[in-house]
């Protein structure tokens, strides 16, 4: 109830207002039936506009940080999200990957929708990331098509760190559904999985046109943070007088 609420009437016609998404493709997206929509990951407010957009209800994959944080802040977050109906992941240990499939397939058993992010983090400069195969496991074990996404803009309009969101235009832009029946039965081959994925992140990068990086994103993200802190160790910033 409470996602209908936040669609229809608290957040989905806000959003609307202030960022006027232009939406294409659209009828590429099934009007029922089980689906993968996979995106790139710019934004935290690509967490809202999607859903916002959507005639169908989607349930995303969600890092299980926005369910844990701390104080009154955190507490609201996580209700927020437990209320829109996403799903918390623990993305760290061994475990993580199959937890995320387990719960990506529970959603998909049901029919509906299913929303990932296959670089697993947002970008942190705008490039599109290397994807990692839990999105071809999940689209083979469910027999179910995936519907590439590209969000265009949301970078601009909220890069990560900034809490309220720069007014810049926005594009949402579906492609058509990917078929992956012909690699039935196939979930456990590491070569298949990773040509599945290709091909989903081509498609994506085919839509959004940003520059592709062969490297995953928390990767990248954990390199030009130690290259950030070498700087600062390097030349300190001088204390203010």
């Known amino acids: 109830m409470f996602y209908y609420l936040l669609k229809y009437v608290l957040l989905g016609p806000l959003l609307r207002l202030v960022f006027r998404p232009r939406i294409e493709g659209l009828e590429n997206v099934p009007a029922s039936g089980a689906a993968i929509v996979a995106g790139n ?140 029946s012909r690699y039935a039965g196939m979930e456990n081959e590491k070569a298949v999985l990773r040509a599945v994925t290709d091909e989903i992140m081509y498609a994506i990068l085919t839509l959004s046109e940003q520059e592709y990086v062969d490297q995953y994103a928390a990767v990248a993200k954990a390199e030009a943070a130690e290259a950030e802190g070498a700087k600062e160790r390097r030349f300190p910033r001088a204390p203010l007088s």
């Open 41 to 180: 990951h710019l934004s935290f407010s690509d967490h809202f506009l999607m859903p916002a957009i959507l005639k169908r209800r989607i349930t995303f994959l969600a890092k299980a940080e926005y369910f844990t944080g701390p104080g009154i802040k955190g507490r609201l977050t996580a209700f927020f999200f437990r209320s829109a109906g996403q799903i918390p992941v623990d993305r760290s240990g061994k475990e993580a990957g199959q937890a995320a499939i387990r719960e990506g397939l529970r959603v998909l058993r049901k029919d509906e929708l299913l929303g990932i992010y296959p670089e697993g983090t947002r970008s942190h400069d705008g490039r599109l990331y290397k994807g990692k195969v839990g999105v071809a496991v999940m689209a083979l074990k469910a027999g179910v098509p995936v519907v590439p996404c590209a969000m265009i803009g949301t970078f601009e309009a909220q890069p990560p760190g900034k809490v309220i969101p720069n007014i810049h235009p926005v594009v949402i832009r579906f492609g058509k559904a990917l078929d992956f």
